[in-house]
């Protein structure tokens, strides 16, 4: 029965994990690494269950083994997506001079860290986000940083953590649905000739690779700022 007991748990790991990430009861890195770990127990159970069936034990306990296949292929067909992206997390429509963090070096869940922009991403952007950049808009930095703070405001899942009206500057924390990973924010209105300069710089919190999440937030926020009212 250990072959059926290996795919059960396998479905438990993918199902509770993040569940219980969503309840906020394991932090993100947890709960990933029951996720993950579910898809490898679903592997085994698979494994298990097929040299089962080849042996001629064509039992329950063999079909709910197979069913382990599943938890595999669901991590899989998540993940496929975000694997084409480089292994990056801060992403920044200005790679000249990125806008600089002031509030987020701040936070306890910072401590420690370089919030500094690494210099060994900055052809890796240009590479995989040709079309990043910044936006101009015709109007004033004072009306553009209001706009574009209201929408930041408007966020469901978006915190902002500093405002500066006078340097036009704002931070926040954005927040994922449901691991609840959090990432660093900055958008920064400058003047440019007869409008504004927009940048934006979002840095992941954990992990190496963001799987275009940074870039994806990024590029949604800005064009949302630059829709009609």
């Known amino acids: 029965m250990i072959r059926a007991t290996l795919a059960v748990l396998a479905w438990l ?10 309840l906020r009861l394991v932090p993100p890195s947890m709960a990933l690494l029951g ?5 490898l ?16 034990k064509h039992d329950l306990a063999s079909k709910i083994a197979l069913s382990g296949t599943f938890p595999p292929v669901i991590i899989i067909a998540i993940a496929a997506p975000g694997l084409s992206y480089p292994a990056i997390n801060d992403i920044s429509t200005d790679l000249s001079s990125p806008p600089a963090f002031q509030q987020a070096q701040n936070l306890t869940e910072n401590a420690g860290r370089d919030m500094s922009y690494p210099e060994k991403f900055k052809d890796q952007v240009k590479n995989a986000y040709p079309d990043l950049g910044p936006v101009t808009l015709k109007a004033p930095p004072d ?6 703070l209201k929408l930041a405001q408007a966020h469901p899942r978006w915190t902002i953590t500093r405002k500066d009206a006078q340097t036009h500057t704002f931070e926040g924390v954005a927040e994922t649905p449901v691991f609840h990973w959090k990432d660093d924010f900055i958008v920064r209105i400058q003047k440019e000739d007869d409008g504004s300069q927009v940048d934006m ?13 940074n870039a994806k937030r ?3 926020f800005l064009k949302e700022l630059t829709s009609p009212a």
Do not use: E, H, M
């Open 13 to 22: 790991a993918l199902a509770l994990s993040p569940l219980l990430a969503w």
């Open 35 to 39: 996720f993950v770990g579910g898809g």
């Open 143 to 148: 009306a553009v940083y209001q706009r574009a």
């Open 41 to 56: 127990l679903g592997a085994v159970a698979a494994l298990v269950g097929c040299f089962a069936w080849l042996r001629g």
């Open 201 to 213: 710089r979002s840095k992941s919190r954990d992990g190496k690779g963001d799987l275009g999440a």
């Open 218 to 220: 990024i590029k949604a």
